[in-house]
């Protein structure tokens, strides 16, 4: 046990009990360097029989994901997070346990017999077992082979298997989609397996399932568009296939430096309810941002795991250090003056312990060890301690500690000399030196810091000239390493820039640039396009600073900042006027709900665009915010007629005159320019494309009422993103099929659905999904008169209002007020009714002011005045809602069962459970 940590262990083990048990969970340990928190972590997980998969995040800008990438490399896992490929199926074949073949499925012929192929299979998996099935661990049978460039993958079952034949390599999806065929094939045909006579008309359904998995549209070889969500949910399913046979234990080290991608699949794992994977990551407290705020409140929030702080050691627990370091008892000075130095960090209690004994500080007294008369004052500050050693190194030594911090945390020998122009002889002879005296050690792909902290006292104490020339030997001698190309390309990026060599930093930062913005890490991106626009000025390329805003300002769009991307786009135009700035300005500013600006935008972009016209769809765009339909279908009808032979832009018209009708309650029209877009989608042969007009019908569907057809058609969404492994389409899928089971009163599964769409637009930063979901999960608790609405109401509308999103402001308001009312706190209903009124008012929304009126008039007790402005409501939902609130004045059963009838009649059972 560790000195001081009891409690700190306690809680580990709490948690890790949980996830034997079969729960994901997380802890984050956090404190400030030298604290302990690694030694903690490590002494941990020695005493468990757990997989460890470790992995360190590096003060230098590395690759998203890196840290992950070396924890399952360690353990060849690093398949799980490779290029975001699909396999191509060639063949599926069904097996018995006799060796005969049930059922075949080939894409192309092969000159191989079947017959024979599985028979010699069978022979060669049971000789496997037969003579190696015991050495290490290992399944039970046979489970991938491999030719060249083509994989056999196998998945058993008690009574076969199935055998598929691939071009790439396979995944963790191929993996569950084949269990769940060997299930469903044996739930069908057991009895007859069981008992097989070799009948081939008893098992001719076999095929049919081999069929689904060929034809599903998965499995082409394709290369998967969302590449991170595929890649966290691939590594989530294979460490929970793993974590089968024992917990699987993550451990991430130092994640103040890991790129947000890396804190993203941290939350992720741990919010997998059903595998057995512990997650472990530490922190400096000192140096916590705003991702790691975000995953600290998620895990309290969602009950995921637990936060372990780390304080400095009590004088007792220095005092047994000493005496174990020592050998023997210290007297009361000498651990006064090392607890005082140290202010008890474990590291610092060892550094200055070692200084002490070094230059010979210490004396034996009366049977304890004393500190001399003659010591000088140690700095209060441990970087002057740790800096007072490296300067006591000669030359070489020196040199080499300081090329070494300047490489990063991990590094090697052959780098080292590559850089320094040392013969490696040479350089493994000092490394041994600096490791005997603990400022370094061997680690598993070369060397590194004993601790961080160490490498930023040395690397702080190098001038900036010399920082300089070393970053640029650093670079040179990375070009010739054989490291895959991304992880080279984000490396040397950083190190030109630090170099001061910005030719150089900017070729490869543009590609690194990429890397990070396909990968979803946002906050790593903006970061080098700063550092792009800082080197483009350098060296006079304006040209390259513009588009760098641009592209600056649409990371901002994407991560939700939307002010800021508003000033990264003015910041491109003052250099120069160009037409995708002002429409992505324009955007911007309509995102904002500031509709005048946006319109002004989009009216300079006019002016500059090759064609007026294009411009006419984001025009129409801001009619329909300020509610303004007639006007945007005038400028929706003429951008479709001159996109009659711009198949995309025809296709993006008729798409949105869709959606105005369906706002509108046009349904029969919103359905005819859907189809007619949906059409030139198939055309186009994007699959996108027509996932995202299929979800618009499936919305027309929803609002006519048709709840089973609009479960047909999201199906068929579903289908095509999940053949894409587009995770912001499950998003957009999810909430929508909350919305329709809570029309059909189907309270679990509406539930089910808004809460996946919650957790989706966490893991995607998606402010404006997550304030949807909330406002949703708000309205249904409403209903359901539980208290917790107004909670998720209260965040909703801060995640609206911070948006500028003036529809769902008010409607985030009444719903609000609402809840507010059953609770009594009418004076600030009151305040929120007259807000949302307000804003329907400026924004035309009839039917939001009627509503508002509805509350009005329940807030004043006037049932009278309610009972006739209900009457004269034509919309059946409202009426539903004013008898509602005239129930809940009065009492009467009367209003009850009129407000069922109306809400009956609007199709919205959902809300019927409110009388119950």
């Given at each position: 046990?560790?000195?001081?940590?009891?409690?700190?262990?306690?809680?580990?083990?709490?948690?890790?009990?949980?996830?034997?048990?079969?729960?994901?969970?997380?802890?984050?340990?956090?404190?400030?360097?030298?604290?302990?928190?690694?030694?903690?972590?490590?002494?941990?997980?020695?005493?468990?029989?757990?997989?460890?998969?470790?992995?360190?995040?590096?003060?230098?800008?590395?690759?998203?994901?890196?840290?992950?990438?070396?924890?399952?490399?360690?353990?060849?896992?690093?398949?799980?997070?490779?290029?975001?490929?699909?396999?191509?199926?060639?063949?599926?074949?069904?097996?018995?346990?006799?060796?005969?073949?049930?059922?075949?499925?080939?894409?192309?012929?092969?000159?191989?017999?079947?017959?024979?192929?599985?028979?010699?299979?069978?022979?060669?998996?049971?000789?496997?077992?037969?003579?190696?099935?015991?050495?290490?661990?290992?399944?039970?049978?046979?489970?991938?082979?491999?030719?060249?460039?083509?994989?056999?993958?196998?998945?058993?079952?008690?009574?076969?298997?199935?055998?598929?034949?691939?071009?790439?390599?396979?995944?963790?999806?191929?993996?569950?989609?084949?269990?769940?065929?060997?299930?469903?094939?044996?739930?069908?045909?057991?009895?007859?397996?069981?008992?097989?006579?070799?009948?081939?008309?008893?098992?001719?359904?076999?095929?049919?399932?081999?069929?689904?998995?060929?034809?599903?549209?998965?499995?082409?070889?394709?290369?998967?568009?969302?590449?991170?969500?595929?890649?966290?949910?691939?590594?989530?399913?294979?460490?929970?296939?793993?974590?089968?046979?024992?917990?699987?234990?993550?451990?991430?080290?130092?994640?103040?430096?890991?790129?947000?991608?890396?804190?993203?699949?941290?939350?992720?794992?741990?919010?997998?309810?059903?595998?057995?994977?512990?997650?472990?990551?530490?922190?400096?407290?000192?140096?916590?941002?705003?991702?790691?705020?975000?995953?600290?409140?998620?895990?309290?929030?969602?009950?995921?795991?637990?936060?372990?702080?780390?304080?400095?050691?009590r004088r007792d627990d220095v005092l047994g250090i000493l005496e174990g370091m020592f050998e023997g008892e210290v007297d009361i000075d000498l651990l006064n003056y090392v607890y005082d130095v140290s202010e008890?960090?474990?590291?610092?209690?060892?550094?200055?312990?070692?200084?002490?004994?070094?230059?010979?500080?210490?004396?034996?007294?009366?049977?304890?060890?004393?500190?001399?008369?003659?010591?000088?004052?140690?700095?209060?500050?441990?970087?002057?301690?740790?800096?007072?050693?490296?300067?006591?190194?000669?030359?070489?030594?020196?040199?080499?500690?300081?090329?070494?911090?300047?490489?990063?945390?991990?590094?090697?020998?052959?780098?080292?000399?590559?850089?320094?122009?040392?013969?490696?002889?040479?350089?493994?002879?000092?490394?041994?030196?600096?490791?005997?005296?603990?400022?370094?050690?061997?680690?598993?792909?070369?060397?590194?810091?004993?601790?961080?902290?160490?490498?930023?006292?040395?690397?702080?104490?190098?001038?900036?000239?010399?920082?300089?020339?070393?970053?640029?030997?650093?670079?040179?001698?990375?070009?010739?390493?054989?490291?895959?190309?991304?992880?080279?390309?984000?490396?040397?990026?950083?190190?030109?820039?630090?170099?001061?060599?910005?030719?150089?930093?900017?070729?490869?930062?543009?590609?690194?640039?990429?890397?990070?913005?396909?990968?979803?890490?946002?906050?790593?991106?903006?970061?080098?396009?700063?550092?792009?626009?800082?080197?483009?000025?350098?060296?006079?390329?304006?040209?390259?600073?513009?588009?760098?805003?641009?592209?600056?300002?649409?990371?901002?769009?994407?991560?939700?900042?939307?002010?800021?991307?508003?000033?990264?786009?003015?910041?491109?135009?003052?250099?120069?006027?160009?037409?995708?700035?002002?429409?992505?300005?324009?955007?911007?500013?309509?995102?904002?709900?500031?509709?005048?600006?946006?319109?002004?935008?989009?009216?300079?972009?006019?002016?500059?665009?090759?064609?007026?016209?294009?411009?006419?769809?984001?025009?129409?765009?801001?009619?329909?915010?300020?509610?303004?339909?007639?006007?945007?279908?005038?400028?929706?009808?003429?951008?479709?007629?001159?996109?009659?032979?711009?198949?995309?832009?025809?296709?993006?018209?008729?798409?949105?005159?869709?959606?105005?009708?369906?706002?509108?309650?046009?349904?029969?029209?919103?359905?005819?320019?859907?189809?007619?877009?949906?059409?030139?989608?198939?055309?186009?042969?994007?699959?996108?494309?027509?996932?995202?007009?299929?979800?618009?019908?499936?919305?027309?569907?929803?609002?006519?009422?048709?709840?089973?057809r609009a479960l047909d058609t999201v199906a068929q969404v579903v289908a095509i993103r999940e053949s894409m492994a587009d995770l912001d389409g499950y998003l957009k899928a999810a909430n929508l099929l909350g919305?329709?089971?809570?029309?059909?009163?189907?309270?679990?599964?509406?539930?089910?659905?808004?809460?996946?769409?919650?957790?989706?637009?966490?893991?995607?930063?998606?402010?404006?999904?997550?304030?949807?979901?909330?406002?949703?999960?708000?309205?249904?608790?409403?209903?359901?008169?539980?208290?917790?609405?107004?909670?998720?109401?209260?965040?909703?509308?801060?995640?609206?209002?911070?948006?500028?999103?003036?529809?769902?402001?008010?409607?985030?308001?009444?719903?609000?007020?609402?809840?507010?009312?059953?609770?009594?706190?009418?004076?600030?209903?009151?305040?929120?009714?007259?807000?949302?009124?307000?804003?329907?008012?400026?924004?035309?929304?009839?039917?939001?002011?009627?509503?508002?009126?509805?509350?009005?008039?329940?807030?004043?007790?006037?049932?009278?005045?309610?009972?006739?402005?209900?009457?004269?409501?034509?919309?059946?939902?409202?009426?539903?809602?004013?008898?509602?609130?005239?129930?809940?004045?009065?009492?009467?059963?009367?209003?009850?069962?009129?407000?069922?009838?109306?809400?009956?009649?609007?199709?919205?059972?959902?809300?019927?459970?409110?009388?119950?």
């Amino acid at each position: 046990m560790l000195l001081g940590r009891e409690r700190e262990i306690e809680a580990l083990e709490r948690n890790y009990a949980l996830v034997q048990g079969g729960s994901g969970r997380i802890v984050l340990v956090r404190g400030e360097a030298g604290i302990g928190k690694t030694t903690l972590v490590d002494e941990f997980l020695s005493e468990k029989d757990c997989t460890v998969l470790r992995g360190t995040c590096s003060p230098i800008l590395t690759p998203p994901l890196h840290p992950f990438r070396e924890a399952l490399k360690a353990r060849n896992l690093d398949h799980l997070l490779g290029v975001p490929r699909s396999p191509r199926i060639l063949m599926l074949y069904a097996v018995h346990d006799t060796g005969l073949l049930l059922a075949k499925v080939e894409r192309q012929e092969f000159s191989i017999d079947p017959d024979i192929f599985t028979s010699m299979l069978t022979a060669v998996s049971m000789f496997v077992k037969d003579s190696i099935g015991n050495i290490g661990e290992g399944g039970e049978y046979l489970e991938e082979l491999r030719y060249g460039d083509y994989n056999l993958v196998i998945r058993k079952g008690s009574s076969i298997m199935l055998v598929a034949i691939l071009e790439g390599k396979s995944n963790e999806f191929l993996y569950g989609d084949l269990e769940r065929a060997v299930g469903e094939i044996e739930d069908n045909f057991g009895p007859t397996l069981s008992n097989w006579s070799g009948n081939m008309e008893e098992v001719k359904g076999i095929g049919d399932i081999l069929r689904g998995i060929i034809e599903s549209g998965k499995y082409e070889g394709q290369i998967v568009e969302e590449g991170q969500n595929w890649n966290f949910e691939n590594v989530r399913l294979g460490l929970g296939r793993l974590g089968r046979e024992r917990p699987v234990c993550v451990f991430i080290d130092d994640i103040q430096w890991a790129d947000e991608a890396t804190i993203s699949l941290l939350h992720y794992l741990a919010r997998s309810d059903e595998d057995r994977i512990f997650v472990i990551a530490t922190y400096r407290s000192e140096e916590k941002n705003e991702a790691i705020e975000n995953l600290e409140d998620a895990v309290i929030r969602e009950g995921v795991g637990e936060i372990i702080p780390l304080e400095p050691l009590r004088r007792d627990d220095v005092l047994g250090i000493l005496e174990g370091m020592f050998e023997g008892e210290v007297d009361i000075d000498l651990l006064n003056y090392v607890y005082d130095v140290s202010e008890g960090i474990p590291l610092n209690v060892i550094v200055v312990a070692e200084m002490l004994l070094e230059e010979n500080l210490l004396e034996m007294k009366d049977g304890r060890l004393s500190i001399t008369g003659g010591v000088e004052e140690l700095p209060e500050v441990m970087r002057s301690i740790i800096a007072r050693r490296i300067r006591s190194l000669d030359d070489d030594a020196r040199e080499v500690l300081e090329f070494a911090a300047v490489l990063g945390s991990g590094f090697t020998a052959k780098l080292l000399a590559c850089g320094l122009e040392m013969k490696r002889v040479k350089v493994i002879r000092i490394l041994r030196g600096l490791s005997a005296r603990g400022l370094i050690r061997r680690g598993e792909r070369g060397y590194e810091f004993h601790h961080d902290y160490m490498r930023d006292v040395i690397y702080g104490e190098i001038d900036e000239e010399m920082k300089e020339e070393y970053h640029s030997l650093a670079a040179e001698c990375i070009e010739d390493v054989d490291i895959p190309d991304e992880v080279r390309v984000t490396i040397l990026a950083d190190h030109y820039y630090r170099a001061g060599k910005c030719h150089e930093a900017l070729e490869y930062s543009g590609r690194a640039l990429e890397i990070l913005m396909a990968s979803g890490s946002p906050r790593e991106a903006l970061k080098l396009a700063e550092r792009i626009i800082e080197c483009s000025k350098k060296i006079g390329d304006y040209e390259k600073v513009r588009d760098m805003l641009i592209t600056m300002g649409d990371i901002q769009a994407q991560y939700g900042e939307i002010a800021k991307a508003v000033e990264s786009y003015r910041r491109s135009l003052e250099i120069e006027e160009t037409y995708l700035a002002r429409v992505r300005l324009g955007t911007a500013l309509l995102k904002l709900g500031r509709y005048d600006e946006a319109e002004e935008e989009f009216r300079r972009a006019e002016g500059i665009a090759p064609e007026r016209e294009e411009v006419l769809i984001n025009l129409a765009n801001v009619e329909m915010k300020r509610g303004n339909m007639d006007r945007a279908e005038e400028l929706l009808k003429e951008y479709v007629e001159w996109a009659r032979d711009k198949p995309r832009e025809l296709m993006n018209g008729y798409k949105a005159l869709g959606v105005l009708y369906s706002m509108s309650s046009r349904l029969d029209e919103a359905m005819e320019y859907l189809e007619l877009a949906l059409e030139e989608a198939r055309k186009l042969e994007d699959r996108r494309a027509m996932a995202d007009v299929l979800h618009n019908i499936g919305v027309v569907h929803y609002l006519r009422g048709e709840v089973n057809r609009a479960l047909d058609t999201v199906a068929q969404v579903v289908a095509i993103r999940e053949s894409m492994a587009d995770l912001d389409g499950y998003l957009k899928a999810a909430n929508l099929l909350g919305l329709i089971h809570w029309k059909r009163g189907d309270i679990r599964n509406s539930e089910k659905y808004f809460n996946l769409s919650s957790k989706y637009a966490r893991l995607m930063g998606r402010r404006d999904a997550l304030a949807s979901a909330l406002l949703n999960m708000g309205m249904m608790k409403y209903y359901l008169r539980d208290g917790d609405s107004s909670s998720y109401l209260e965040k909703a509308l801060a995640i609206y209002r911070e948006l500028g999103s003036g529809m769902w402001i008010a409607e985030s308001l009444l719903y609000l007020a609402s809840a507010l009312l059953e609770s009594g706190d009418t004076s600030r209903a009151r305040d929120l009714v007259a807000e949302a009124k307000a804003i329907a008012k400026s924004l035309e929304m009839e039917n939001y002011g009627l509503w508002a009126r509805i509350l009005e008039l329940r807030i004043d007790g006037d049932a009278k005045s309610l009972e006739k402005f209900a009457n004269g409501l034509k919309d059946h939902a409202l009426r539903g809602i004013a008898y509602q609130h005239l129930w809940r004045m009065t009492g009467k059963e009367k209003h009850r069962e009129r407000a069922i009838e109306e809400f009956r009649e609007a199709g919205f059972e959902g809300a019927i459970v409110f009388f119950r």
